[in-house]
């Protein structure tokens, strides 16, 4: 909690009429909430401070009595405000008690507030109470601060002198005469509080300062000085209950210092003499403060440090000083223990039980092993973790039970299939196990109680019909996957354990025994680290030679096939590993009501539109009886068909493009050849795949299964096919090597990339591939035409997917794996099929954790900065060719309230000029906005943020005159008349007047400028408005356009007339085209508002600035009031700032 209120606690319980008072009061738990309970929280307090044996007591529980939250603690108040505050709560707490009234009988004083008329003597006076004295440290307009405390307080009581138009109305006389107006003290109270008061404002720089200036202040005060003797015998002074005579002598000073930068807590005593002896809190380490140390809080600096200096320097200046007076038979001791009433020893008894209970929670803290625990769910297969905290002397045994209830194993496997061994959950490494050790304590087992572990625990589970294996120190674990060549599949790792000094040849008979294979003809690959593949080669080689580690990944083979013989970056065994290694799994969502199944889109396609021919295949599948003919024949037959349909369309040239747009509408009219086929007749198991070579393109064959298919079997067929090449290119049709690729051991599609998941991958940073990093979008085809995804070996698989809830409806999920060497150019065209069209006609998105989607654009990069489970949109729409740039288009409306509204997304060329985007702009603003242009009615200009620049002229050109990169912003300005705008050296500014006579602002007027002279400035403002040029006066706007500025602060807050000649200088610097420029008329008068009207201004503009986003008045620090909540916590209303 901040210093303000420590410093005052600490004040009140060193003060024993106040803390012997506190202990008087009982507390009725009957009738009030301790919780909210101001006086038995302070009181609660005082006894923790006096009796407990903590080092520091926490604040918490009184602040919540407050009705304060935790960002009290970081808001800045004056200890005099608290101790007001404070003071009033407790007088509306103890109402009807014996502390009623308390605080008036410690605290109050009285002084005559009076006004002597010089002529006749006549004295008008009225008498005031105070809690506390505020002495000025330094006089208004002075830089000589007062030397010390008495100075201040005879300051205070100084009259002034009321003369000439201040002469007050004396009502003997009947006249206005000169007066002698002052303050005198008619009373002290018992408790003296003087406020000097710090804190000023600085007029100059318009911000609160602190006045370090040194003030002296005596340990004894003698304030007789202070008491005017005529009061006592004046009739006028009758009114008074306490005589001067009873506050002569001298008061007991007692200090207190606080400052906005000390925040230290209850961490020092503060000390209190009195005739009686001296008290301390009874803290270990407090000691008594020196003189030495008051000295210190007088204030003051050495050297210079001019007005004011840093409060980090000053944080011991006293700025609240209480006195007791000096009255043996007043002065009060501190109650002993052994006097404390009833109600307060039965609190100590509490508190001293409830210390205790927390010493012993402790002392289990300071014993209890905390360290992370780790379980694979026997059923799920999900790593579960949770944090296990056991006693250390608690022993494994007993450790395993808790474990085992923490991961609610218990309606699963029963506790004798569970175990605890060390682990290493970064390596995924099982370090050892503790065989024979049930019952050895777990302090022994972990080496004793410690903050932090450099290891972690796994529970492990097995079947009722296994056996636990015994994992020694010093083993390294090896998870090996049996790689089956035929059925080009890789299994789930099994686990072994072996020694680093162990040969490759001891190695391969070790998992052989485990796995059941041959060690003859046992091919072993390790993966060092990400697709770094090693075969074993020397047989003699120890695994520490190798790179074997902690934990280790090995692939296994052991087939008699030919590929052994093969050079292994040759062999297919490579091939299978590589893909493995590089597959990931993205979630696609495509478009709502994506057009026609998969085998109408793409026999369409690649035809050019003729419906005639796809009938004719459809017949030709047909046998006589009607039934189907072979997949293999109906896969030869639409190959040879779409070979030619390929030819004819390189022969075709340039007529291609005329008819993409026909197939795009007419892809519902088509019907699938294989519709009508029988979904038993289906290939059930088929993958979609894709292997592109380069060495014979001539060979490629291609395979398809409709979507039908899927849609009548979904329980046992996934989308099935091979993508044909693109309309544009002129090569043959691409596939795989008709090799069929089973998901290892008949898994889903999701096993093919979790058995390779490390947490190297998962943590891996994701690169972000958006189109703001690019400078423009690379073509999806080189200069031959060939698709730049045909120069690699690739994998590509997609099946649907069951979307998730929200999603809507007509929205479809494609579960993708990919591989991710893929550039995003051949990945869309791989989605063609399933999108329905062309790749140029649709987008692609990639979906961020926080769901926000960029674009990418970079056809020619791979897929390498995507990672498992990411999730991509695609979205129709054109997508950019080489030298294109996506450009948002937002109108500008100057004088609106909203001045930047968006209208459209556009495509703008490399090489274009203004006027041709302006011209391909017009049909779509039309058509999307309904705005009909002339092409010389509206302008282009750039926008930065929402600040109109730079103004386009029609003969610029984009990246030449004009830098343009990806989802570049634009403004587009609708003009009143003739473009003024002719050439780069002219100046397009804004000008808006202020009139303070009617305390409003005109409308925004464009002046086109030849120049960046003044002069020329002034001269346009004098056409449009009239305003002689010798009384023009000018400021440039502040902040982003429109540049709003409450009318209340616009006449005094700008820059008014800048003695400059011209406007690309200091301190205007306007170079650009869009800077605002207010001007007015100096000889108009600012109107005179009354308080009612201010306030009524106020407030409109005050609406007005919250819509636009500005604020009518600027403040460094939004300051809070500070309150105590009698009732709890406040009732915080939402609609306020």
């Not at 005879?154 to 007066?179: M, S, T, V, W």
């Not at 009758?238 to 506050?247: K, P």
């Not at 058995?755 to 690169?767: D, H, I, L, P, Y």
């Not at 869309?828 to 998105?845: I, N």
Request: glycine letters at 4%.
């Amino acid at each position: 909690m901040t210093c303000y209120l420590n410093s005052l606690l600490q004040t009140l319980f060193m003060t024993p009429e106040f803390r012997n008072a506190l202990y008087k009061w009982e507390f009725e738990e009957s009738e009030e909430d301790p919780v909210t309970s101001i006086p038995y929280q302070l009181q609660r307090l005082f006894v923790l401070l006096q009796t407990s044996k903590k080092r520091a007591i926490e604040t918490t529980d009184v602040t919540r009595s407050f009705g304060w939250d935790s960002s009290e603690a970081w808001q800045q108040h004056d200890v005099q405000e608290l101790c007001r505050v404070m003071f009033d709560a407790l007088e509306q707490k103890w109402k009807q008690t014996e502390q009623a009234d308390l605080i008036n009988e410690l605290y109050q004083g009285k002084l005559k507030d009076y006004v002597r008329c010089l002529e006749c003597g006549y004295e008008g006076w009225r008498i005031d109470t105070y809690l506390d004295i505020p002495l000025v440290i330094r006089p208004y307009g002075s830089s000589q601060a007062f030397a010390s405390v008495e100075e201040a307080l005879h300051a205070f009581i100084q009259p002034e002198i009321l003369d000439g138009p201040n002469q007050y109305f004396c009502e003997r006389c009947k006249k206005k005469c000169d007066a002698r107006k002052g303050l005198r003290f008619l009373h002290f109270p018992y408790l003296l509080t003087l406020q000097l008061k710090r804190f000023d404002f600085d007029y100059t720089t318009m911000h609160r300062i602190k006045l370090n200036d040194r003030m002296t202040f005596p340990e004894e005060l003698d304030m007789s000085t202070f008491i005017d003797v005529e009061d006592e015998k004046s009739p006028q002074t009758e009114s008074c209950t306490d005589s001067g005579a009873e506050n002569e002598g001298s008061c007991h000073s007692d200090q207190m210092s606080n400052d906005f930068s000390n925040d230290d807590g209850v961490d020092e005593g503060i000390c209190l003499e009195n005739n009686s002896g001296t008290e301390k809190i009874p803290k270990p380490g407090l000691e008594k403060i020196t003189q030495e140390d008051i000295k210190k809080t007088h204030g003051g600096s050495s050297g210079s440090r001019g007005y004011y200096s840093s409060a980090f320097a000053s944080s011991t200046n006293a700025y609240m000083l209480i006195y007791r007076l000096k009255d043996p038979a007043r002065n009060a001791k501190f109650l002993e223990v052994d006097e404390y009433p009833e109600h307060i020893k039965n609190l100590v008894q509490r508190e001293r039980e409830l210390e205790e209970q927390e010493k012993r929670q402790r002392e289990i803290e300071r014993n209890t092993c905390k360290i992370k625990l780790f379980c694979l769910h026997p059923v799920k297969q999900v790593m579960m973790e949770n944090k296990l905290e056991v006693h250390k002397d608690k022993t494994l045994r007993e450790a395993v039970e808790m474990a085992y209830k923490m991961m609610d194993l218990e309606e699963v496997i029963p506790m004798d299939c569970c175990r605890l061994v060390k682990y290493d959950e970064f390596h995924d490494y099982l370090e050892r196990s503790y065989e024979g050790e049930e019952d050895t304590p777990m302090g022994l087992l972990l080496g004793g109680v410690k903050s932090t572990y450099m290891f972690d625990l796994l529970l492990e589970t097995r079947r009722p019909d296994q056996v636990f294996q015994s994992y020694k120190p010093g083993e390294v674990m090896v998870k090996v996957h049996v790689v089956d060549l035929k059925a080009e599949s890789v299994a789930a790792p099994v686990t072994v354990r072996a020694y680093l000094n162990e040969t490759v040849t001891e190695f391969k008979q070790l998992i052989s025994k485990a796995i059941h294979l041959p060690a003859e003809t046992m091919r072993i690959v390790l993966e060092r680290c990400y697709n770094d593949l090693r075969l074993l080669t020397v047989p003699s080689k120890t695994l520490k030679a190798e790179g074997f580690f902690r934990s280790n990944k090995v692939f296994v083979e052991s087939s008699e096939t030919l590929d052994y013989q093969m050079a292994f970056t040759d062999s297919h065994l490579w091939k299978l590993l590589d893909r493995h290694a590089n597959t990931i799994r993205l979630f696609v969502l495509l478009p709502e009501q994506s057009p026609g199944s998969y085998s109408k889109r793409t026999a369409y396609q690649k035809a050019g539109g003729d419906s005639g021919n796809v009938d004719d295949d459809c017949e030709r599948v047909k046998g006589p009886a009607g039934s189907l003919k072979s997949v293999e024949a109906i896969l030869e037959e639409s190959t040879e068909k779409l070979k030619s349909l390929s030819l004819q369309q390189q022969q075709e040239g340039d007529n291609g493009d005329s008819s993409k747009s026909t197939e795009t509408s007419d892809f519902e009219n088509i019907e699938s050849p294989l519709n009508e086929r029988d979904s038993s007749a289906s290939v059930d198991n088929r993958e979609l795949e894709q292997h592109m070579q380069t060495s014979d393109p001539e060979n490629f064959q291609s395979e398809e299964r409709s979507d039908s298919d899927v849609n009548n079997d979904r329980s046992t067929s996934s989308v099935d096919s091979d993508i044909l090449s693109s309309s544009h290119s002129s090569d043959t049709l691409c596939n795989a090597d008709n090799a069929q690729i089973p998901l290892a051991n008949g898994l889903d599609s999701h096993s093919i990339t979790s058995s390779r998941r490390t947490k190297a991958n998962e943590g891996k940073k994701e690169t972000w591939d958006t189109a703001e990093e690019d400078s423009g979008t690379d073509s999806e085809y080189d200069e031959s035409g060939k698709s730049r995804g045909e120069v690699q070996y690739m994998y590509f698989k997609a099946e649907p997917y069951a979307a998730d809830e929200g999603s809507g409806e007509g929205h479809k999920w494609l579960m993708v794996h990919v591989d991710k060497r893929i550039t995003l150019a051949t990945f869309k065209q791989h989605l063609e099929p399933f999108v329905g069209v062309l790749s140029s006609h649709f987008k692609v998105f990639r979906v961020y954790a926080s769901n926000q989607e960029f674009e990418s654009v970079r056809l020619n990069e791979t897929l390498s900065s995507f990672s498992d489970d990411n999730k991509i949109t695609i979205r129709l729409g054109r997508a950019l060719k080489k030298g294109e740039y996506r450009v948002k288009v937002y109108q500008l409306l100057v004088n609106e309230q909203e001045p930047c509204k968006f209208l459209l997304d556009a495509v703008f060329a490399k090489g274009m000029t203004v006027r041709q985007s302006k011209e391909e702009l017009i049909p779509q603003l039309r058509e999307q906005c309904g705005l009909e242009l002339s092409i010389d009615r509206f302008r282009l200009r750039k926008k930065t943020w929402k600040n109109p620049g730079t103004v386009f002229l029609d003969y610029h050109i984009y990246e030449e005159d004009i830098n343009i990169s990806s989802n570049w912003e634009v403004f587009l300005e609708v003009l009143d008349g003739v473009e003024k705008m002719k050439s780069m050296s002219q100046l397009a500014v804004l000008s808006r007047r202020w009139r303070p006579s009617e305390m409003k602002l005109d409308p925004f007027q464009e002046v086109v400028l030849e120049s960046s002279s003044v002069d020329e400035l002034r001269e346009k403002l004098y056409e449009i408005s009239g305003i002689p040029l010798e009384d023009i006066e000018f400021a440039k706007g502040r902040g982003t356009f429109p540049c709003d500025i409450s009318v209340l602060d616009i006449h005094q807050d700008l820059d008014w007339n800048p003695k400059v000649s011209t406007l690309n200088v200091w301190p205007l610097y306007i170079c650009d085209d869009g800077a605002v420029i207010f001007y007015r008329d100096r000889t108009e008068e600012l109107m005179e508002l009354t308080d009612e009207q201010r306030n009524e201004l106020m407030k409109k503009e005050s609406s007005r600035l919250q819509k636009t986003g500005h604020r009518v008045t600027y403040s460094p620090r939004k300051e809070k009031a500070l309150k105590i909540y009698l009732d709890g916590a406040p009732n915080k209303d939402l609609t306020q700032d």
